[in-house]
C-alpha cells in the first residue's frame, strides 16, 4: 500500500490558499451584507458597485476554496489552476485597494506567497516525473518514432542510423 499523504510545500500552498479563498468569502460577504464598511466616495469598486463585487469575490473564494481542496488532495493539474487563480485574485483585490488598502494589500501578499508555493516548492519527484511524462521515446530511440526496433544503449546518440555500429558521436573512419 503506498502513502498518498501530500506533506510539505503542497500543504502549506494549499492551506495558504484556504486562507485566502476565506479572505475573499468574508470581504465579499461584508460586502453585501453591509456595504457602508467600505469608504469610497462613489460607493463603487472598479466597474460595479459594492453589493456586486462583493457577490463577485464571494463566489470567487469559493472557487478558490474549491482549487484548494483539490491541491490538497495532490492532484498535479490543480497546481496550474491554482496559480491562474491566485494571479487573478490580485487583480481583484486591486480593484478593492481604494475601499479597504491594507486588507487587500494584505489578500495580495498572501497570493504572492501561494503562486512562489506553487511555483517552487514542488519535490524533485514530482518534477522529473513530469518532465519524462509521455517521452516514449527515451528509452527506445527512433523505435517511437518510425524507426528500427532496435534497443537504444545508454550513450548511444538519438541520431545514428539503424544497424551501423555505435560510434559515440565521433566521425565515421577513414577508408
Same mark, same amino acid.
Given at each position: 500500500?503506498?502513502?498518498t499523504f501530500t506533506g510539505g510545500w503542497s500543504v502549506f500552498t494549499a492551506t495558504m490558499l484556504l486562507i485566502v479563498a476565506a479572505c475573499n468569502i468574508v470581504q465579499g460577504i461584508v460586502a453585501v451584507v453591509a456595504p457602508t464598511a467600505f469608504v469610497t466616495g462613489s460607493g463603487r469598486v472598479l466597474?460595479?458597485?459594492?453589493?456586486s463585487?462583493?457577490?463577485l469575490l464571494a463566489a470567487w473564494?469559493?472557487?478558490m476554496l474549491a482549487a484548494a481542496g483539490a491541491l490538497i488532495g &495532490?492532484?498535479?493539474?490543480?497546481?496550474?489552476?491554482?496559480?491562474?487563480l491566485a494571479g487573478v485574485n490580485v487583480l481583484f483585490q486591486l480593484g478593492f485597494?481604494?475601499?479597504?488598502p491594507t486588507w487587500a494589500l494584505v489578500v495580495v501578499a498572501l497570493d504572492v506567497v501561494v503562486i512562489y508555493g506553487l511555483a517552487v516548492g514542488w519535490p524533485r519527484e514530482e518534477a522529473a516525473a513530469g518532465y519524462l511524462a509521455g517521452r516514449a521515446d527515451a528509452a527506445t530511440?527512433?523505435?517511437?518514432?518510425g524507426g528500427s526496433a532496435e534497443e537504444r544503449a545508454p550513450g548511444r546518440p538519438l541520431t545514428e542510423e539503424p &544497424?551501423?555500429?555505435a560510434t559515440g558521436g565521433a566521425p565515421p573512419p577513414r577508408p
Open positions: 500500500m503506498t502513502d466597474l460595479l458597485n459594492l453589493v463585487w462583493g457577490v473564494g469559493l472557487v &495532490g492532484q498535479a493539474w490543480t497546481r496550474l489552476l491554482a496559480c491562474v485597494v481604494i475601499a479597504v530511440g527512433r523505435a517511437a518514432a &544497424g551501423r555500429p
